[in-house]
């Protein structure tokens, strides 16, 4: 009896432990996906498939102990196979090993070297299977393959890898990727590079948004402390600094069969740099291809620390940024390209516009019409004499990128500014005579005659403007051509004691006034006949009641945009509302962005009027860029 218990227990014992132990639970939400769709880009472990496959050959334990050599044997394995499948765990296996490798070294290179190789295979040299638009791998070997490749930047980076070399030799687990450099073309100063830095190793701040597109190739950042001189002192060139482009390297087909001996070959690749401002697509064989663009970090790297002062600083010692004041390029000239032109505020700075052009680097649509410039100037000057030295910089630009004056892009110039920077702006498309502006501060126009030639020149070119044939579009925002209320209240008074001018900009015609003017005390002098940047913002200032009322010639087209920060029922919703020349009963009603009312800002004949929810800063708001990105969209297609 009990031999027959003993017996039945063993029987069970072995029958249990012969069982697989099958067992069903539920997975928490979105757990089976996380699961199978975990790999090493993800979280640094390997993937379901790589770990299975290896289990499948038996080569899990030795990958664990001697990676290389089954690394080595699945490579033989694909170039004999071509098995799509296996091109992908190959890549995988190697960036996961390289992810281990702590600095850059050679053999993180190998390991590079062959994700890159093998990665690439899967897309373009494998057998392949299914529908690539249904099948997540597609973009995890785009990845393997964009990841790879940035290591293996840094890594020749930190060989002293530029722009100005002929091959590249990358080595593999087994094997070698011999790459043949085609020197970019590059639409930049310098033509040489001294570094390439990969986007993905920067973590960019103080943009609202990132501006990046998916595709193939390493976004990179190509900078040089290169500089070229420019005979237009008021050129500011900086985009030799930091360049956006994507760097990509094609690998051949290889055409010789694996040997007897069973030996991986050596393969054979193309590399090149792409102008990411002028190529977004590039062809492989019968595919078109996509680039991966980044334009965000390049854009920082071209932005960061610029700013020599705050916009406070030069508004009140004008002397301080004088030299800097002036038109600063984000890329060299394109003849095929149209110029917009941002001009900032008072007491603000280039730095005003970054959401904003970063915003337009990433619309293809307007980046491929548009070249983007910046006007820096300080504030505090008089404002004819801001608009003054505005208007001679782009003379300069004219003279030197279109002397001919047959550049269709050039006269489609369309010039973008907010709150003051619209008034300096708008006196190049405008028609004043100099005997306007000395009438007002009670001036006998008379005595110019008895002025010395020299004296009545200067007078001439600082206070006389008329229309410049190619700024006939603009885009003013939250811009007072009423003046502000603001500019009238004791603390604006108080500032404004405070500001300096540079020599040049007042200290010749002061004394010509100083002549001319009837028997004032110097200081009413200085008040009544140079007032400063926030002075000239008084509803009743000179400037105010010089170009007021001032007609654009029927040829000049414009848009406004308005902020209103009061709660309104109309800008609740949407807090968006368009209008098109309607003022009796808006302007009524006392709207304001708390700096500027919506009657001084706004002028009739305006193309549209938009007014969006929003303080004076309007210019920042998503709504406004939008509404910039709606009208050079517009713009470019009527051309």
């Known amino acids: 009896m009990h031999c027959r218990i003993l017996c039945c227990l063993s029987f069970l014992l072995i029958f249990d432990y012969c069982s697989s132990g099958l067992t069903i639970s539920k997975w928490k939400r979105d757990e089976q996906y996380r699961t199978i769709s975990n790999h090493t880009l993800i979280s640094g472990d390997l993937s379901y498939n790589a770990i299975q496959y290896l289990q499948e050959k038996e080569d899990w334990e030795d990958f664990q102990s001697k990676p290389n050599l089954v690394i080595q044997d699945l490579q033989l394995e694909y170039q004999k196979s071509k098995l799509q499948k296996l091109a992908l765990i190959i890549a995988e296996l190697s960036y996961h090993l390289a992810q281990d490798e702590k600095e850059y070294n050679l053999q993180s290179m190998e390991y590079n070297g062959t994700a890159l ?23 995890r070997a785009c990845d393997y393959y964009n990841r790879s490749l940035s290591n293996l930047v840094n890594s020749l980076r930190i060989r002293k890898l530029d722009t100005d070399i002929d091959f590249l030799e990358i080595p593999m687990v087994k094997g070698n990727i011999y790459v043949e450099w085609k020197k970019p073309d590059l639409n930049y100063f310098p033509k040489n590079f001294e570094y390439v830095h990969s986007t993905y190793d920067y973590k960019i701040g103080g943009l609202s948004s990132y501006q990046s597109e998916y595709g193939l190739g390493v976004p990179v950042v190509l900078t040089s402390k290169n500089k070229d001189t420019f005979e237009i ?38 590399a090149n740099v792409f102008d990411s401002l002028k190529v977004n697509t590039i062809s492989i064989g019968n595919h078109s291809v996509p680039l991966e663009t980044d334009f965000s970090t390049p854009f920082a790297f071209l932005m960061y620390d610029r700013e020599k002062v705050s916009g406070i600083a030069a508004t009140l010692n004008a002397q301080v940024l004088d030299q800097d004041q002036g038109l600063y390029m984000l890329e060299s000239y394109q003849k095929d390209k149209i110029p917009v032109v941002f001009v900032h505020g008072l007491m603000s700075s280039p730095y005003t516009w970054i959401d904003m052009i970063n915003y337009l680097y990433g619309i293809q649509e307007v980046r491929n019409k548009y070249q983007f410039w910046i006007y820096w100037y300080p504030t505090g000057n008089p404002i004819y004499y801001s608009g003054y030295r505005f208007k001679e910089t782009l003379l300069s630009i004219q003279k030197k990128y279109d002397p001919s004056k047959t550049n269709s892009n050039f006269k ?26 000395l009438e007002s501060i009670i001036v ?33 925002i939250a811009v007072p051509h009423g003046g502000s209320k603001l500019a009238e209240k004791w603390w604006a008074k108080t500032f404004n004691n405070f500001i300096r001018f540079p020599e040049k900009a007042w200290g010749g015609i002061q004394k010509i006034l100083n002549d001319l003017t009837y028997k004032l005390s110097l200081s009413e002098i200085q008040t009544r006949s140079i007032p400063t940047g926030v002075e000239s913002l008084r509803p009743d200032s000179t400037f105010i009641g010089v170009t007021r009322n001032k007609k654009f010639a029927n040829d000049v087209s414009f848009h406004s ?35 500027v009312d919506y009657k001084s800002s706004f002028i009739e004949g305006a193309k549209s009027n938009l007014v969006l929810k929003g303080n004076h800063s309007i210019h920042r708001n998503p709504l406004a860029i939008q509404e910039v990105i709606r009208v050079l969209k517009e713009h470019g297609n009527h051309n």
């Open 444 to 476: 006998n126009v008379k005595d110019l005659e008895k002025l010395k030639k020299e004296d009545r020149e200067l007078l001439k070119n600082m206070l006389h403007f008329e229309p410049l044939e190619f700024t006939k579009k603009f885009i003013f």
């Open 117 to 139: 190789y093998y990665s690439y295979a899967y897309l373009f040299f494998s057998h392949q299977t299914g529908s690539p638009q249904f099948l997540p791998d597609y973009r």
């Open 233 to 270: 002192l008021e050129l500011k060139n900086i985009y030799e600094d930091a360049a956006p482009a994507t760097f990509f390297i094609e690998i051949l087909p290889n055409k010789n069969t694996v040997s007897l001996r069973e030996e991986i070959p050596d393969f054979h690749a193309k």
């Open 561 to 595: 945009i308005h902020g209103v920060s009061e709660n309104l029922p109309l800008l609740s919703r949407k807090k968006v509302l368009y209008m098109f020349d309607r003022t009796e009963w808006e302007s009524s009603l006392g709207w304001s962005d708390s700096v």
């Open 412 to 437: 489609d110039m369309v010039i973008v500014s907010h709150s003051m920077g619209g008034l300096v702006s708008k006196l190049t498309a405008l028609s004043i005579k100099e005997t306007e502006w």
